[in-house]
């Protein structure tokens, strides 16, 4: 069984820049892909970015890209996500998924909430104007 644990939320004025993390405990993560959702108050979970097991595919929602960037070091079992130019729309508690079901597919990269079954309890990002 898979454990996740985001870090690194917190709180940061507007077009400042966080990095949150994403630790897998218990069963190695490195052969999953991984990603990064968000749930904003009153508002349904929603995909932020993606990465395959391998590093070689992500995948980004529309309103992040080119100010979030997902990456993943397998030999610490971590997934990172930076996000920089923060936005007071960007506040959120954000979670952490990885896919089990499929392991070891070079570009496997799924968008969709329901493809994900290991998530993290969530770490809050809060982006004040």
């Known amino acids: 069984q898979v454990q996740l644990v985001e870090s690194g939320g917190g709180l940061v004025q507007a077009g400042g820049s966080l990095r949150v993390s994403c630790a897998a405990s218990g069963r190695t993560v490195n052969s999953y892909a991984m990603a990064w959702f968000r749930q904003a108050p009153g508002k349904e979970r929603e995909f932020v970015a993606a990465?395959?097991?391998?590093?070689?595919?992500?995948y980004y929602a529309d309103p992040v890209k080119g100010r979030f960037t997902i990456s993943r070091d397998n030999t610490k079992n971590t997934v990172y996500l930076q996000m920089n130019s923060l936005k007071p729309e960007d506040t959120a508690v954000y979670y952490c998924?990885?896919?089990?079901?499929?392991?070891?597919?070079?570009?496997?990269?799924?968008?969709?909430?329901?493809?994900?079954?290991?998530w993290g309890q969530g770490t809050q990002v809060t982006v004040s104007s």
């Open positions: 998924a990885a896919d089990s079901s499929v392991s070891g597919s070079y570009y496997y990269t799924p968008l969709k909430e329901w493809q994900y079954d290991c």
């Open positions: 990465i395959s097991w391998s590093g070689a595919n992500t």
